[in-house]
């Protein structure tokens, strides 16, 4: 029998097969249940930490910009997330500013930081302090972030507006909408092919 | 047709943290690889993904008839459901927008009760009815699940622009937070079912194709 590494189980029904060397485009998919197995990672540890960096400066404009800023009659105003984390935070739903802060400024936050140090470290072929830690948490904050989300959120606000007074989408939405996309190539489940280093 | 061996057949466990195959020949309680704790299958799933499957239930209720927010333009106010801001953009002629809010918002939470509840009692009665198919659809619940989230952020974010006083004020209403738990819940309960419960059936169900079972 082979070791346990180079073997692969299906999470969605349990079938065990070899791990397969996959070409570019590539993915491997479970005979029995159809799930998805292995998909090819096209990105290098140096490319990865890169987008990382690109993501963190974009994550700091959208989070220091407007994401849109309204005029009517006049008078004029703007709005970053934090803002909008804030307008929901009044009253008794505070508990959903909790959950919108995690889901668009926090999870981001700390995906970022997180991939940032276990990549600067895998750079020079060693495992980060705390390596099983920061990957276990990794996993654990994916489905809470919702970046893409709040980007489609976002325009429907501006729609939503465009009724009743002027908008102007603001650098924070177009950071916003470059970081999503990133965020979904670089903090993807194909991180844990660090665990394969030695 | 012959299947692959199954993890529980050779004695394996898939970690569900890192994805490595481990050993369970003496029954190791962690991962060895990142240590986070194994189970063959999750751990009482059936009883929590019901559990939060019914609160989501619950909270759909107020979510859809309390309403989410306040619009105050020029000393007049009126309250707003999901359904009536729906409806707004429809009678606007914006369809698209509405079909977006219509789909993110009411669509998807349905779609995930009736689809959840179906895969809890066709696991429950152990069925091998369509068994791809339903590992499927369990995928397409976890893709759309947070989805839901749209109209909140939505409700945030307007809330925070429209701040001009007896001008133009726009409030978030109660609604808004039934609606975020019924979206936390149904994420919560989609992530407690096993699907690799779909495919334990009991062997004097499954076509006789399996030699290590005899």
């Known amino acids: 029998m082979s070791t346990p590494e180079q073997l692969i189980i299906c999470e969605h029904c349990d079938c065990v097969y070899q791990k397969a060397l996959l070409a570019k485009h590539q993915k491997t998919v479970c005979t029995r249940c159809g799930g998805v197995l292995q998909r090819h990672n096209g990105l290098t540890v140096e490319q990865r930490l890169a987008l990382s960096f690109t993501a963190a400066v974009l994550w700091l404009f959208a989070n220091f910009y407007p994401v849109m800023s309204i005029s009517l009659q006049g008078l004029k105003n703007s709005a970053t997330l934090w803002d909008s984390v804030l307008a929901l935070s009044q009253g008794p739903i505070t508990f959903m500013a909790m959950v919108a802060a995690i889901s668009i400024i926090i999870a981001p936050a700390f995906q970022l930081l997180l991939l940032i140090w276990v990549l600067g470290f895998a750079l020079t072929a060693r495992r980060s302090p705390a390596f099983k830690l920061c990957m276990r948490w990794l996993e654990t904050l994916r489905p809470w972030s919702m970046l893409e989300v709040c980007l489609l959120g976002a325009m429907v606000a501006v729609f939503k507006l465009a009724g009743m007074l002027d908008v102007l989408p603001g650098i924070g939405l177009l950071a916003l909408a470059v970081l999503s996309l990133l965020m979904i190539r670089i903090a993807g489940r194909d991180i844990r092919d660090l665990w394969d280093m030695p | 047709m012959s299947r692959p061996p199954t993890a529980s057949e050779l004695d394996l466990c898939l970690c569900h943290s890192c994805g490595l195959a481990c050993d369970m020949h003496d029954e190791p309680h962690q991962c060895p690889r990142c240590d986070a704790p194994l189970h063959r ?50 009678e606007h002629g914006a369809w698209d927008i509405a079909l977006i809010i219509f789909i993110a918002s009411i669509a998807v939470p349905g779609v995930k009760f009736v689809a959840l509840s179906m895969l809890l009692i066709t696991v429950q009665r152990g069925s091998t009815w369509a068994q791809q198919q339903r590992s499927k659809l369990y995928r397409f619940v976890e893709l759309i699940g947070y989805w839901s989230m749209l109209d909140v952020l939505v409700v945030a974010l307007v809330a925070a622009l429209v701040k001009f006083q007896s001008l133009g004020d726009i409030e978030p209403r109660p609604g808004i937070l039934f609606f975020g738990l019924v979206v936390v819940f ?29």
Do not use: C
């Open chain 2, 41 to 90: 299958r999750k751990t009482n799933s059936l009883g929590r993904t019901w559990a939060y499957l019914l609160a989501a239930l619950a909270f759909y209720v107020p979510a859809n008839v309390l309403p989410v927010m306040n619009t105050m333009m020029l000393g007049s106010g009126a309250d707003s459901t999901i359904m009536s801001g729906v409806l707004e953009f429809w």
């Open chain 2, 186 to 214: 149904t994420m919560l309960s989609a992530m407690s079912f096993d699907p690799r419960m779909i495919w334990d059936t009991p062997p004097d169900k499954e076509l006789m194709d399996d030699p290590i079972q005899q």
